[in-house]
């Protein structure tokens, strides 16, 4: 009976010692919690994300949260501001007729062969829709055709006849 109580007290050892680790263990991973001020299940799972080598913890602590919607916010006004910028500034840019002659033709395509729809007075002010991308040459000049509208018509001007304002 004497070596049944001695291994039974080395049992009893044994098993407080593993006890007090898990303690230990419980007692600091509540204590990293505190100090980071992040839920026990978060500090485990930066923990185990940390482990796995990804760079970025999976939690944040109030700070950053506040930091991160104090960015958004931010983000939330000037694109507001944007917006509103745009819902009250004129989609087109202004342009002038500058050519020698007394008008110039606004044409129904990006071609000298097309049809005329309107005749544009010399200085007359043009909204400036898009220049075509291709270039050609006429006149010995380099140059590109653009969109415009003119008195409620759209149509094509050569591009080097307009001045953007």
């Excluded at 500090?43 to 949260?65: A, F, N, Q």
Aim: proline share 3%.
């Amino acid at each position: 009976m004497a070596r049944r109580s001695t291994y039974g007290r080395k049992r009893e050892v044994s098993t407080s010692r593993y006890l007090w680790v898990i303690i230990l263990l419980l007692a600091a991973w509540l204590l990293w919690s505190i100090t980071s001020q992040k839920s026990p299940i978060m500090v485990i799972k930066d923990v185990y994300h940390s482990v796995l080598g990804k760079d970025s913890l999976i939690s944040k602590t109030p700070k950053e949260w506040s930091k991160s919607y104090d960015m958004l916010q931010i983000r939330k006004d000037s694109t507001e501001l944007a917006l509103q910028e745009c819902i009250t500034s004129s989609p087109y840019k202004l342009g002038k007729i500058s050519i020698e002659d007394d008008f110039v033709n606004l044409r129904d395509a990006a071609s000298l062969s097309s049809n005329i729809i309107q005749k544009i007075p010399n200085e007359a002010e043009v909204n400036i829709l898009y220049f075509d991308t291709n270039e050609y040459i006429w006149d010995g000049k380099m140059g590109k055709w653009c969109k415009v509208q003119y008195a409620d018509l759209e149509g094509w001007v050569w591009g080097n006849y307009i001045i953007p304002q």
